[in-house]
């Protein structure tokens, strides 16, 4: 067994050891990885699970966390000279982790500039209500508990902000994922629709928005498909058929996970204009994944860039990044860094070369890897008694 083969072996034996007995959800998908992410992605709903990435391998831990094995020999990410809050004070936000009743926050998504959706998770991360979270003056209001119905084995996830209301799905062992909706004002949550999972589709839904009064979402087995804020008939998209959400308007394929593909999101289509996008791809060189504007790939020689997906724009960056998914809000990415093996986590910035540390130090072999909400705009993390919360936006 060779020395990557072992840290491999150990860490993921970690993390078996580590990852709370699920139950059986629609268990033939139960490989899922963390946070959507790609290359033959498995996404689990609590799941512990592995995907290579660039070089290293990635395994999720209970409530998220991300452990990451590395080889000695990869080359990786600079150190960052000074902490994120001095780099860039006007995004990072440090709040108290819990709560006076002892609850740990979990940041969701911006509800607006000031706001944030919050849950309170219980046992085994189960999330049992949502809040609203004034980043001003730290005080919380709930918006609503979170139903559960009998024999549900996904609990509330995909959360999602728009037309006045927070939206999210849940999923029951009878293949039925759940959509509800509640009004950020506050009240009592309502079922809007149900939608079949097909056989073999264990996870459901892959991605889930709020558009034109509508919920707009994707199965992870291809098609897109919305149903009125305030119930209805789920009708497919037109265009939608075996496609999946990326950025509303714009919908692609091959998706996330469900079925064979090479290139995530390797062609998009603007359902609102009809404008199509193909990933530009060179002789040599794997094209990884795909944003609307920017891919994540590797060259030839194993370098890896993130560019335009018109073939533009090219930009190198170090061979191991500990990302599978194009910079957010198309120039952050995050990365860990270190001489010999990984020894911290920091946000670099593609546009102006700048980065922060993060703070989040590593074991050598691995090392936890902060959240990011599904708009891309929110990264957080906790470190000791502090939740740290950064704004990408706020960056200038």
């Not at 060189?285 to 994540?296: D, K, N, P, Y």
């Amino acid at each position: 067994m060779t020395e990557v083969e072992e840290t491999l072996r150990r860490t993921f034996g970690q993390a078996a050891g580590q990852a709370p007995r699920l139950p059986a959800l629609l268990p033939e998908r139960l490989e899922r990885i963390h946070r959507r992410r790609r290359r033959r992605a498995r996404v689990a709903l609590a799941a512990a699970a592995v995907v290579l990435v660039a070089g290293g391998a990635v395994a999720v831990m209970p409530g998220g966390d991300t452990m990451t094995a590395v080889t000695a020999s990869e080359t990786r990410s600079a150190t960052p000279a000074e902490r994120v809050e001095k780099v860039w004070p006007e995004a990072v936000r440090k709040v108290p982790a819990k709560g006076p009743d002892g609850a740990s926050w979990r940041p969701e998504t911006f509800i607006d500039d000031r706001t944030l959706l919050v849950t309170a998770p219980a046992g085994f991360d189960q999330p049992t209500a949502i809040y609203a979270y004034d980043l001003d003056d730290n005080s919380r209001r709930k918006i609503a508990d979170l139903p559960s119905l009998k024999g549900t084995l996904s609990f509330a996830n995909g959360f999602a902000v728009g037309n006045g209301h927070v939206v999210w799905w849940t999923g029951t062992k009878d293949r039925i994922a759940h959509l509800w909706a509640v009004p950020v004002a506050g009240g009592t949550a309502k079922l809007v629709a149900d939608q079949s999972i097909k056989e073999g589709d264990g996870s459901g839904i892959d991605s889930l928005t709020v558009a034109n009064g509508k919920i707009v979402f994707s199965l992870y087995t291809g098609g897109v498909f919305a149903v009125p804020l305030e119930g209805g008939t789920v009708e497919s998209v037109e265009g939608g058929a075996g496609m999946h959400l990326l950025a509303w308007p714009w919908i692609g394929t091959p998706g996330r996970g469900g079925e064979p593909h090479g290139t995530v999101f390797a062609r998009i289509l603007n359902v609102e204009t009809g404008e199509t996008r193909t990933a530009v791809t060179h002789p040599g060189e794997v094209i990884r994944s795909c944003g609307v504007t920017i891919c994540l790939g590797a060259t030839s020689e194993f370098q890896t860039f993130f560019r335009h997906r018109d073939g533009s724009s090219q930009k190198m960056v170090p061979t191991r990044v500990s990302s599978a998914t194009p910079p957010t809000q198309d120039r952050f990415y995050v990365s860990a860094y270190g001489d010999e093996k990984f020894e911290g986590m920091g946000l670099y910035d593609l546009n102006t070369g700048k980065s922060g540390d993060l703070g989040i130090e590593g074991d050598g072999s691995s090392i936890s890897q902060p959240s990011e909400d599904p708009t891309g705009r929110l990264i957080s993390y906790t470190l000791g008694d502090d939740l740290y919360m950064i704004d990408l936006t706020k960056i200038r």
